[in-house]
């Protein structure tokens, strides 16, 4: 029947879901893809996958890309199971040497939990016939490089793969090369608004907020489009690229590719003069950043890269530098900094929508850069009833110090407990930890990518709790652009993956499918080019 489970899933912790039950029973058989929003269980559906092996005599690894995520794959399926705790392990190279990880490869342990880099590192260990499958969560990550790639290469049908994301990206090349890398047959796909779903979502509203610039930020803007204006018009004799183009209308991208058009000429040992060019390049992308720095975070992140412009010696800093709109920035943002937080409506926005929607929760704030996070907690620590905690990466960048795995741990510890309510977060917090669900969600910037706007706000409106999120918008800013290309990158997603799910369905060999799609994707890429 298909509303069997597994006799070794723990009923009395996993609540009955049918479309879990559903898309279990269809990727049992089957190399498969399974795309599922966040919250909605992905993990329950690979706990069911896992007992059905086990319950077969077959060991299952389950891989996710970080520490953090693995200790809460492990805590989950030993909660979940009525295995002992002892068949289920956690594998890292951290915890234990070549010799012991060899032994617990190749021994009694039923299901093992590990990051892909442990894995890949010790393929040679794995006694691959004893093993029916292997989960690759996050799975959107196996393109590239990355370790899935090679764990997937080098075990293919010999095991049974799966593997689970809640966004798998709005590149669609990308997305069939997950499908190739992995040789899927078969994918589930389910949305909020599928019939089977709806019952148990909850319901999160999502409000933009439009943020005008103030007038001292215009006249800064001003300053920066004329130091910028100049420094193209002396770029446009190097290259035709930035020709007659406005400062408004220039973008990092165009001038990195023209750096590197410029290395490559130099490296070919191109003229001196490169050099110079070189230089403009570099010093207007610096210029262009401190613009988006003002324009989307605020005086305080952009007055703090000015500070290190001003210390650098580099040619480019010095052509920046040496302008005389440069000083009235500097004059001007250090005005501005003396005067009340009502001058970056941005900071106002989020204190105001804490103060209004919390209501005795938790909210999360995701920010892009860590000068905003540490600005942030500065001004949000003064507001009552706000009890703010930071949680960055662990990289050091500078004299920027990271934390550590257990300066992590603590930091959502602290806001699980309630001693903290507002966690302020860069990227870190958008996936590959256990945090929380939250009642609130705040984007102090829009981001580009769907996978990271969808991992965003899935930190919000689960458990059946509803959830608020807000985006804050800069207008006639990138903060605009990047919106809406987020918006639309979710719904190309969607759409290659029903795309690619027809045709795995539709064709008898998956591996030719795959072919057919990526050569109308190069047909269809070379016709855009054309007719550009």
């Not at 392990?89 to 939990?113: A, C």
């Not at 196996?142 to 095991?159: L, P, Q, R, T």
Request: hydrophobic share 35%.
């Amino acid at each position: 029947m298909m509303s069997e489970i597994p006799s070794l899933v723990n009923t009395e912790v996993i609540d009955r879901r049918d479309y879990q039950i559903d898309i279990f029973h269809e990727v049992k058989d089957k190399d498969s893809l399974v795309v599922l929003p966040t919250g909605l269980g992905k993990t329950t559906i690979a706990l069911y996958l896992i007992s059905s092996h086990v319950e077969k005599n077959e060991k299952a690894l389950m891989m996710a890309p970080t520490r953090p995520l693995c200790q809460q794959h492990l805590e989950f399926i030993r909660e979940s199971t009525l295995l002992d705790d002892q068949k289920v392990g956690l594998i890292t190279g951290e915890l234990y040497s070549q010799k012991e990880r060899e032994e617990l490869w190749i021994g009694e342990t039923e299901v093992l939990i590990a990051t892909p880099q442990t894995v890949n590192n010790d393929l040679h260990l794995l006694p691959l016939s004893d093993f029916g499958l292997m989960i690759f969560d996050e799975v959107h990550r196996a393109v590239g490089d990355y370790s899935y790639v090679d764990i997937a290469k080098a075990c293919k049908d010999k095991i049974q793969y799966l593997g689970l994301t809640a966004s798998p990206g709005s590149d669609f090349k990308k997305l069939i090369e997950v499908a190739y890398n992995l040789g899927l047959e078969h994918v589930e796909i389910r949305t909020e608004v599928d019939e089977d779903v709806e019952p148990y979502i909850s319901e999160r509203r999502l409000n933009w907020i439009e943020i005008e610039k103030s007038e001292e930020l215009k006249e800064m803007e001003s300053w920066l489009d004329s130091i910028l204006q100049d420094f193209l018009e002396d770029l446009g004799d190097y290259t035709g690229r930035l020709k007659n183009i406005r400062p408004e209308k220039v973008g990092k991208k165009a001038l990195i590719e023209t750096q590197e058009d410029l290395q490559k000429k130099i490296g070919k040992g191109g003229k001196g003069y490169l050099f110079h060019a070189l230089s403009l390049t570099s010093a207007s992308i610096k210029t262009i950043h401190l613009k988006e720095l003002l324009l989307t975070q605020g005086i305080e992140a952009a007055h703090n890269y000015l500070l290190k412009l001003q210390e650098e010696d580099d040619r480019s800093s010095k052509y920046v530098k040496k302008k005389e709109e440069f000083d009235l920035l500097a004059e001007k943002m250090l005005d501005l900094k003396a005067m009340p937080v009502e001058t970056n409506p941005k900071l106002v926005h989020t204190r105001d929508i804490l103060r209004d929607e919390m209501d005795g929760g938790r909210a999360m704030i995701f920010a892009q850069y860590r000068d905003t996070v540490e600005y942030l907690m500065e001004e949000l620590s003064r507001v009552d009833g706000i009890r703010p905690a930071k949680l960055i990466g662990q990289a050091d960048k500078g004299e920027d110090q990271g934390m550590n795995q257990e300066e992590q741990k603590k930091a959502i510890k602290e806001f699980k407990e309630g001693q903290n309510n507002v966690l302020i977060c860069t990227r870190i917090g958008e996936e590959g930890l256990d945090v929380p669900s939250t009642d609130l969600v705040i984007f102090y910037e829009p981001v580009p990518s769907a996978i990271r706007s969808i991992q965003r706000k899935g930190r919000t409106a689960r458990d059946q709790r509803p959830g608020r999120v807000f985006v804050l918008i800069s207008k006639d800013t990138k903060d605009e652009a990047f919106y809406w290309k987020s918006k639309h990158a979710e719904k190309d997603m969607f759409e290659h993956v029903y795309r690619l799910k027809r045709a795995l369905e539709e064709g008898k060999d998956p591996e030719k499918v795959l072919e057919g799609l990526m050569d109308e994707k190069v047909r269809r890429q070379s016709n855009l080019e054309n007719f550009s």
